[in-house]
């Protein structure tokens, strides 16, 4: 499933929808949401790189590590950054706040600037100013005209220690909505925050997807070898889960597994023996769509009205138009005009629980099969 998040990376947004967004989280559990975030990155940059993605430059904006780690990734994995025309930097790791530059500034110390190759963010509060600042460097990297670029963030919830959780879904709705931008994807830390803060960065995602231990821990307290054996077991990978939403409105949720390396982090398709999980959430009802055998018994033994069921005898239709008299001369009738002395025979248990509707007409003149509007008499 790490693929088809590779490919809608890279695809992009259609003319006039929003960009495709993924959310990445991890836990203490499962702390190796930086090396998943690496591996996305890498991908897209490399595909940026060589021009086979939509995106024409990408914005990465820093916030855990410094921009020449990142650069020392992308060289490590053979991807060109000598020159950065593709590749923008928003560090927002080396003073979030602005406090080196003030102290630069006032001459108190001496020190060089933090003039770099790459664009300092000196007040990550200003949520407003960050996203002028990425918008402006992704537009400056590509040609004039309608050409797309790519935004990553390496942590979210560095942001939401700066600045509310309203301010920076509403930068992640900017990008999304944004004509320029191709995708965006960000990582969280999950146990960092409260359960509505990672639904709300959820619901502005197409694209979730969380690192999970393969063995959860017990509420309770568990011995020295217990957990000895839990950190063996999740020490070098966990379970990739996944939730898709399609452009029809349908979610899908995947399930891999995945292993940490010396270098880089590995995706595994597990069998389907062992359930890739691919279902369609759907609201459940809370009933049985199927009879039960009685059901179905009970449904082969209803007579269907002027249905001929088969027993032998001639199919008899009441046509509703037959005279008082006649029906009374007629044996095989049962209802109210039969229940009197004048009955031929009785009413045996059979014909009991049988019912029928008699229409009497108004008057023995009246044509059959009569056009005249039943209810032209009415009085209303």
Request: aromatic share 6%.
């Amino acid at each position: 499933m790490s693929d088809s998040i590779c490919r809608s990376l890279r695809d992009g947004a259609l003319d006039g929808e929003h960009a495709p967004a993924l959310t990445l989280k991890d836990s203490l559990d499962t702390p190796f949401g930086a090396r998943a975030f690496d591996h996305f990155l890498c991908n897209l940059a490399s595909n940026v790189s060589l021009g086979r993605s939509q995106a024409k430059s990408l914005v990465l904006v820093v916030f855990d590590r410094s921009p020449s780690s990142y650069l020392e990734l992308l060289k490590s994995r053979e991807i060109d950054v000598s020159s950065h025309d593709w590749l923008r930097i928003v560090d927002c790791y080396s003073d979030p706040l602005g406090w080196k530059e003030r102290i630069l500034s006032s001459g108190s110390v001496n020190g060089t600037s933090l003039k770099s190759d790459w664009t300092v963010a000196t007040d990550v509060r200003d949520i407003n100013k960050l996203l002028s600042l990425i918008v402006n460097l992704g537009k400056g990297a590509v040609e004039p005209g309608k050409v797309r670029f790519s935004v990553a963030i390496d942590s979210v919830s560095s942001m939401i220690r700066h600045a509310s959780l309203p301010l920076v879904a509403s930068f992640i709705s900017n990008l999304r909505s944004n004509d320029q931008v191709s995708c965006v994807f960000w990582l969280v830390h999950s146990d960092l925050h409260e359960t509505k803060t990672v639904a709300s960065l959820e619901y502005v995602s197409t694209m979730v997807a969380s690192l999970e231990p393969r063995i959860h821990r017990a509420k309770e307290e568990r011995s020295h070898s217990e957990n000895l054996l839990w950190l063996q077991q999740n020490s070098s990978g966990g379970k990739f889960n996944v939730r898709l939403k399609r452009r029809n409105g349908r979610v899908k949720v995947f399930c891999e597994e995945f292993l940490v390396e010396k270098v880089g982090i590995k995706f595994i398709v597990v069998s389907s023996e062992n359930a890739i999980v691919n279902q369609t959430l759907a609201p459940k009802v809370q009933f049985n769509l199927q009879l039960s055998e009685k059901e179905r018994q009970d449904r082969a033994k209803v007579v269907l009205p002027f249905e001929h069921q088969g027993n032998g005898e001639d199919i008899r239709i009441y046509d509703g138009r037959q005279s008082l008299s006649k029906e009374q001369d007629d044996p095989d009738m049962v209802g109210p005009a039969m229940t009197s002395t004048t009955s031929t025979r009785p009413q045996t248990d059979s014909d009991r629980g049988k019912g029928e509707i008699h229409y009497f007409r108004d008057s023995d003149e009246e044509q059959l099969d009569s056009d005249e509007d039943p209810d032209d008499d009415l009085d209303i």
